[in-house]
């Protein structure tokens, strides 16, 4: 946009994406209105519809547009144009009239606000929005106050450590003052009608919003009734639906807030005195069905447990450590919803993870019967209606409840004892209160969740179990008999050890694969017997290849026959060598047969999950090559090279016939990879055709899983000198389309994967052939492309150059594993002497500016490496790059001060492990972000 509309084009413009019932022309005027908010002039002619006021539309549209410049464009605004900005907002703010829509509200505040905390001139912000709107316009302070400090710790401001720490003091210091007002609208707002109350609402998001930057000192606060309100407006069963649930936000934040700090103890004692005296309202509203607020009061009795959670582990039972806690949590555990039951789940999450951190069992037997309680409770939640028919159903609200009980127990049992769990649901089944099939079914269920925890040598209870399965009749429910599969599957590490009932389970399970609703788990037990009990399963291999090549007359799922074909595989690889090339030949023919059908028939526009997608077989054969793992005497010709020699020609005409679907492609590379990983050495007669065509494709369409086939490649042939050059020469063909791609406009954010696969790639030579790739005529290139790409956020992807860079520059310390060290390490020096200023100048930047903190680590390690190849060198290169650095940000605020740069430099420079360089950039980086 190369000049400012008029308000008037703008307005029509609106007017067209509000009004016109033409679709075209509203996202016609959508895009010309996007285009305007990022041009330089949407800040005056925001600032004008907000003066002009002609619509709501526009309104709304001006006051997002500035909220959205100030938020992401601040730095458009030359300092001295900053203060003029302020008094219009303010001057806006002030004209906002009685029942002004809400979003237009919040959107001014979020200005206001994100204006306040990046104007680091403006000092005092807060006292001066309450002395400025205080008397007329409560409503709007209110939101801006809320705001304010939500808008701290915004990932798009980056206000930098230092300026955040200005802004909490700068709280703390106009705490009084905010408390003061807080208590006087609550005592003044004391009626039932609606205004009142909804603006005792609108105080405790004030406070919550306060507490969850730290920014209440408790001693002001304890000295003010003002933390009695939300506790006495929980206690009220009148408590309308909207101050319920704000009250409840307060109390939550202020109990997060006082989490293990030392100096919230008084506050702590009296938070804890106020939630717990909200247990008769918690009955009451069981009583009366008011399940909103039930999960309310679970909220705020969850949130007490995790705020004394640490007083609760190191002095149990004693002070505010007291089980009254844990008594609190299971009785939300037990209401007859399991929703509300489920906001505990990270508490108990917490319990196991430091009872298995502290490992001491009289610690644990503390918690020994909460958690037998919890788990009793669990199973009943766990139980389907009683007129549901068919097997469970893992979709849906309630499907994704039973998983994460069935993950919560898997966490927790250790502290009951998974035997003594086991015991529990046993005598559950058998109690006469079970007789009905949901009982029956959740018991089952626990029991899934616990089973591979039980000892292979337990011989009271699971074989009464089992047997009890076995001879369940047909007319047992259905869902009963899938969750009993299921077990069956889960035991198998139990079976391993009693071979005596292998027999009659495999028939079971035979069962179970001829009935459709029942025929996917059954596979998928089958699958974990098999993979557990390999050596026992040998006996019974002719049966898996019979029920293999009748796969297509059972219903089962996609992952269900891979998981089968996946187990076969695996009881496969350990018969005599001389069996297993036929074997495996007849396992694949079902599959080949119906991939070279949909090549020779079908057209190569293909739908996926259509009947003529390939990937069904391609999927299946890739299971098969991925799993059969046969053991091969060096010399000894391999029992599978038959067998994939015969496949390859398939695989390839299906890379040709489907070259432009990367979907199809990605599954036909994976399949190739997992016959050469099968093969190893004895894939060499694949190698020359194979990389033809992956080069000759490549030039056409850049499937980036060309370039991660071609790592498997240089892993398994890197080490061999003649395979060398051709590799080389496969790097060289692919760097060229790929660079192209990369080297467009957001090449490298809209390619991550190619990114991702082509440092794979590269590391593979490093690790294989370092001195052929080093002295490479791509070598260069490829180094200033990890250049490039050091600021790209994409975990996967910079990981892999990351990890690139990394061992590549530890060649140069490498000096036991190859002969020709002193050639590496003059290579990458000289690589490193070229690059190194550049590379810590991305790798600086990268970290401030475009990473999330938790990808800095792999950072840390090549700066680590960097500087172990030439300390002064790497000292030099970080002091250049520290100096560029901005000190200031665009509102005025110091980012980081000279002492805070010449610490990291110090810090960093002088470590004498990776630990520390990681702990000082992830602290550097909270300076600027």
């Known amino acids: 946009m190369d000049s400012a509309p008029s308000i008037e084009t703008v307005n029509q413009a609106l007017q067209a994406l509000y009004n016109n019932p033409d679709v075209t022309g509203k996202e016609k005027a959508s895009v010309w209105l996007g285009e305007l908010q990022k041009s330089v002039f949407a800040w005056q002619i925001a600032d004008q519809l907000l003066r002009v006021n002609q619509s709501l539309e526009s309104c709304y549209f001006a006051a997002q547009t500035m909220r959205t410049k100030i938020q992401y464009a601040f730095n458009e605004l030359p300092a001295d144009s900053h203060q003029s900005l302020r008094d219009s907002l303010l001057e806006h703010a002030s ?78 210091t106009a705490c009084p003052t905010v408390i003061q007002m807080l208590t006087h609208v609550n005592t003044s707002a004391a009626s039932e009608e609606e205004r009142d109350q909804r603006a005792r609402s609108k105080t405790y998001k004030v406070l919550g919003s306060w507490f969850s930057v730290g920014a209440m000192p408790q001693e002001v606060l304890l000295s003010t009734p003002l933390m009695n309100f939300p506790f006495q407006a929980l206690a009220n069963i009148h408590c309308p639906p ?27 004692q009296r938070l804890s005195q106020g939630v717990l005296s909200l247990v008769p309202a918690y009955h009451q509203a069981d009583k009366d069905e008011a399940s909103d607020k039930c999960l309310n009061y ?44 489920e906001i505990t789940f990270n508490f108990w999450y917490r319990l196991s993870e430091a009872l298995y951190q502290r490992n001491t069992q009289e610690l644990t037997d503390l918690f020994k019967p909460y958690i037998q309680n919890l788990v009793l409770s669990l199973c009943q939640h766990c139980q389907m209606d009683e007129d549901h028919e068919g097997v469970p159903d893992d979709s849906g609200d309630f499907g994704d409840f039973r998983v994460r009980v069935s993950e919560l127990i898997k966490d927790v049992v250790f502290i009951a004892g998974s035997s003594s769990c086991f015991i529990q649901m046993f005598e559950s089944l058998k109690s006469p209160k079970s007789s009905s099939w949901s009982m029956c079914e959740a018991s089952l269920f626990i029991m899934t969740a616990v089973a591979k925890n039980i000892l292979p040598e337990e011989n009271e209870i699971v074989p009464q179990v089992v047997e009890a399965i076995l001879a369940l009749p047909e007319t047992t429910h259905l869902a009963v008999r899938y969750t009993s599969i299921q077990l069956l599957g889960e035991l198998s590490e139990w079976i391993e050890r009693h071979p005596q009932l292998l027999d009659l389970i495999l028939r079971y399970l035979l069962v179970g694969l001829q009935q459709p609703v029942l025929a996917s788990i059954a596979a998928r037990s089958l699958q974990s017997i098999c993979t557990q009990c390999r050596d026992q399963m040998t006996s019974h291999f002719q049966g898996l290849m019979h029920i293999v090549q009748s796969m297509e007359t059972f219903n089962l799922s996609p992952d269900a026959a891979i998981g089968l074909l996946k187990g076969t595989a695996t009881i496969l690889a350990l018969l005599p060598a001389e069996n297993i090339g036929e074997a495996l030949g007849q396992i694949c023919a079902c599959q080949v047969s119906q991939l070279e059908k949909l090549i020779n028939e079908g057209s190569s526009q293909v739908k996926q999950g259509a009947a003529n997608d390939p990937s069904v077989w391609l999927d299946r054969l890739a299971a098969i090559f991925r799993h059969t793992n046969p053991t091969v005497t060096n010399g000894e010709v391999h029992p599978c090279q038959a067998v994939i020699l015969e496949v390859w020609p398939v695989l390839s005409k299906a890379c040709e016939k489907y070259q432009a679907d990367d979907r199809i492609i990605e599954r036909c590379c994976r399949c190739i990879r997992f016959a050469i990983r099968c093969l190893g050495k004895n894939s060499a007669t694949l190698l020359t055709p194979l990389v033809t065509q992956m080069v000759s494709l490549y030039q056409s369409h850049q499937h980036s899983c060309f370039l991660y086939l071609g790592s498997i490649l240089v892993d398994e042939y890197g ?56 002295q490479s005529a791509m070598a260069k290139p490829i180094m200033c492309c990890a250049i490039a790409a050091c600021s790209l956020d994409h975990k996967d992807a910079n990981a892999s150059v990351m990890k690139f860079l990394t061992e590549m520059i530890m060649c140069v310390r490498q000096k036991e594993e190859r002969e020709d060290f002193e050639l590496r390490k003059s290579l990458v020096k000289k690589l490193v002497e070229d690059h190194g200023q550049s590379l810590v100048i991305a790798l600086i930047n990268a970290s401030l500016f475009c990473l999330p903190t938790f990808m800095s680590a792999d950072v840390s390690e090549v700066l680590y490496e960097l500087m172990l190849i030439d300390r002064p060198t790497f000292c030099v290169w970080l002091e250049h790059t520290l100096k560029a650095l901005p000190t200031e940000s665009s509102g005025g605020a110091v980012t980081a001060t000279k002492k805070q740069l010449a610490d990291f430099h110090k810090t960093c420079t002088s470590a004498e492990d990776l630990k520390q360089v990681s702990s000082a950039v992830r602290d550097f980086c909270r300076l600027y972000r």
């Not at 009250?247 to 702590?268: K, P, R, V, W």
């Open 95 to 172: 004209k906002i009239a009685p029942g002004t829509p809400p979003v237009i509200v919040t959107q001014l505040s979020l200005a206001l606000a994100d204006l306040a905390l990046q104007m680091a001139t403006w000092k005092s912000a807060v006292l001066d929005f309450v002395e400025r709107f205080s008397k007329e316009h409560m409503g709007f302070l209110l939101e801006l106050l809320t705001v304010l400090p939500e808008e701290i710790n915004s990932r798009s401001l980056r206000l930098g450590a230092n300026r955040r720490k200005e802004i909490t003091d700068e709280l703390i």
């Open 242 to 268: 909207f101050l319920h649930e704000a009250a409840t936000d307060c109390i939550c934040a202020a109990l997060y807030c006082t989490e293990g700090m030392e100096q919230y103890q008084e506050l702590s």
């Open 298 to 341: 679970c909220r705020v009795f969850t949130e007490l447990g995790e705020s004394l959670f640490n007083m609760l582990i190191s002095s149990p039972n004693e002070g505010l450590g007291s089980f009254q806690l844990v008594d609190l949590l299971l009785m939300c555990v037990g209401h007859h919803l399991y929703e509300v039951g």
């Open 719 to 774: 080490g061999e000198a003649g395979c060398v050059p051709g590799l080389l020469d496969m790097l060289q063909a692919f760097c060229g389309p790929t660079f192209k791609i990369l080297e467009e406009h957001n090449g490298l954010r809209n390619h991550p994967d190619t990114v991702d696969d082509l440092f794979r790639l590269c590391l593979r030579f490093i690790q294989r052939t370092p001195v052929a790739f080093l």
